[in-house]
């Protein structure tokens, strides 16, 4: 769904790093769209979030040809050792791709095994088209500004726990924290949807990009 | 402003929240509909380019773009057809040319990919039919013109015609009746623009939707949106159908470091008929006097409203959908009244709808 999202906005091909960032901020931001987080968990590394889990499912799409890779190269990492990394995107040569996307929740809410995933699908490519507002070979860095990974509480090599049941925790999630901050500045009875909450945070990371 | 209920979120700037607050009026209408949404950075671009006078150009009169759900699928289609495709990132940043080309991009038109026109403009839906992209929106800006059409499908028979704006208009008062009056026309007058309105197929019996208030508040508040792209958020406010309905414009406060307000709109409709609770049923009839509280309640609203805001004016639109227009509503002695108590702060219009063409052609002849 990651990528499905990526190819609608047209940042495919995604090269790793930046697919991972999008995957951390579409998991601390899932509250801005009423979702659960995915992990609510992640590694806090020098180089951003990275996550394991996601990069061997990325493995096996490609294996079974649901996903291409180029520029395929080893890279180091400060803390899983030397890994894989290229850039990927869904290939379309595949007949089996489409069914399998619908039935995942990118096309409606009638065509997916849960309907509920069609609601993850838009928030996700609601996120990917804010993101796409940063320069492409900023993504990655965007998510170590980000107002959660960036928390100088936590050091590197640290687990960032952000999943919090108590919605007015701000400093667990200060990533949502900040999306609705951004209400301060409006006045009163006026207010931002979920989807301008993003795009506003998509902006706030740029200016905090270029300080 | 809004009394903050928390305190500044440690680690992250309050300044740079509200820097990207003022930045907000200059991000796509992110709740509208995708062809909307797509249409309406087709026209930011557009006419961010006609106010630079149309720099880094090539010679061509008009410039194709098509919203495609994945853009790389559809460049690896078409590769076999139009040669190789170039990316194209942020045209309106970059100053990518326009004109001569035909542009497959994402909804907020920022990424996609380009390439030479591959025909005659005027064959071009034909052209997009034929090589499998009739079904997604397109919008062709023309450079002499000024314009742009702008179709949900290269198949559809309905198109939509945006001015490109060399001067963007300020937020004024003439402006936004400007903006009222032309979004009335372009999409209100005859049915078939503007779904939500009429109960389908029932258009020339005059029998509204459940809520045509809803179907025009939609409507209006993208359209205002997009007349004012880059200086605007527009939003509505979602009540039941008996009570306000309101769409609200804000505008950048540099001094207060946010937004603030600039008009409320209020929107009402008088009826022939309320809409029936089964398809063939005979409608139940509105009378008169609904139609002259709903009048006397939307002077009221935008009075109060405009007042609480502290805004100097406060704006009504209501959208005639009689069958029978001649009972001269604002001429009864109740609207009179409220006329004289707060008619000078109040614009207020009553903009007629007809429920076919024909109807519309006797009135345009009766009054020409």
Known sequence: MLLEAAERTAITPIPAAKLHAFSYLSDVLSPVWNLPHFDGVVLKLDNGPYYPDIQRELDRLV?????????????????????????????????????????????????????????????????????????????????????TYANDQVDTSNIIDFESTNSDDKDLNRSVAATRRFQYFLPEGSSFSPGERLFLYATYLGKRMHG | MANPKDASIPGVNDSDLASSVLDYPAQPLVDADEADRFCNQIRRLADSRAQSNWPNENS????????????????????????????????????????????ILNRDGSRGFVASLPCGTKDILDWLENNGLDRWPVAILWRQKERITFRRNATSDESRWLDVRSVMPKTTVDNLLKALSQFHEDRLVTPGSCEGVWMKGREAEYVPSPTPEKAIQTELKHSLGSWFHGSVKAESEDKTSVGRIDIRLLVRDHQAQGLRYWAIIELKVFRSFHHPTKENQTPQPVSRNKNVEAMRNGLEQAYAYSQDRNLDEGFLEIYDLRKDKSFIIEAQPDIEQYLKKCGKSIHWNIRPLYGSMADYRKFYISNA
Not at chain 1, 108 to 117: F, K, L, N, T, V
Request: aromatic fraction near 8%; glycine fraction near 6%.
């Open chain 1, 63 to 147: 294996v079974r040809g649901l996903v291409e890779v180029r520029k395929l190269r080893y890279v180091e990492g400060t803390y899983e050792g030397v890994r894989i990394d290229g850039d990927y995107s869904l290939n379309f040569t595949m007949n089996r791709l489409s069914p399998i996307l619908s039935a995942l929740g990118c096309e409606s809410p009638e065509a997916a095994i849960d309907p509920r995933d069609y609601e993850i699908h838009c928030f996700l490519v609601e996120l990917a088209s804010a993101l796409a507002t940063i320069p492409s070979d900023q993504i990655h860095i965007a998510a170590t500004v980000d107002a």
């Open chain 2, 60 to 103: 061509g009169d008009s410039a194709v773009f098509v919203m495609v759900k994945w853009p790389r699928s559809v460049r690896e289609e078409l590769s076999s057809v139009l040669g190789s495709l170039e990316s194209v990132l942020d045209p309106q940043a970059n100053l990518v040319p326009l004109f001569g080309r035909l542009f």
